[in-house]
């Protein structure tokens, strides 16, 4: 189930195929991590992988999951990197009109027991019927790369399948 987040300006859209080069690729659907959005508005580097995952996000190349939770802790983690504030309300803004919000069920997923706080990003994974995970945290290891038919890779493995189409 998705909803709108209390984050939201307007509803979330659907993301639509991209007609680049002339192909319709194929929609994935995928959490990304907080450190995945953190690396990109640190990034210096406009192709790096994490830069270009925002940017394929932004031409509707994948459908981008996020609930409330992950939201609030990228708010606070671009905070605590310095990033501006009128940066923070952009990329927030954009997650409010773009994204598919999931609304996170009341049981709890025990996914990763060596830092249980990531626990929301799985769930959100989980109830947002995800096809990918991406992160670059080390407690997802344990998972041996897969959730519930869900892979969990970095960036450079999510660029690659959304590359591939």
Not at 47 to 64: A, D, G, Q, V, Y
Not at 109 to 131: H, T
Not at 144 to 165: H, T
Request: proline share 5%; glycine share 4%.
């Amino acid at each position: 189930m998705t909803r709108q987040s209390e984050f939201a300006q307007k509803p979330s859209r659907k993301a639509q195929p991209s007609r680049g080069n002339g192909k319709v690729t194929k929609s994935l659907r995928a959490v990304l991590d907080t450190n995945v959005f953190v690396s990109a508005s640190l990034s210096k580097n406009a192709n790096s992988p994490t830069r270009e995952l925002r940017e394929r996000w932004k031409r509707n190349e994948f459908t981008l999951l996020i609930c409330d939770q992950i939201a609030k802790e990228l708010i606070e983690k671009l905070k605590e990197r310095g990033i501006s504030p009128e940066e923070i309300v952009e990329q927030t803004s954009a997650l409010a009109a773009s994204a598919e919000w999931v609304v996170m069920p009341e049981e709890k997923i025990e996914a990763l027991l060596s830092d249980p706080d990531d626990n929301v990003v799985v769930a959100c994974a989980v109830e947002g019927k995800a096809n990918y995970l991406v992160t670059y945290d080390p407690h997802f290891d344990s998972l041996q790369g897969e959730y519930r038919g869900i892979k969990i890779v970095k960036a450079i493995p999510f660029l690659e399948a959304l590359r591939s189409g």
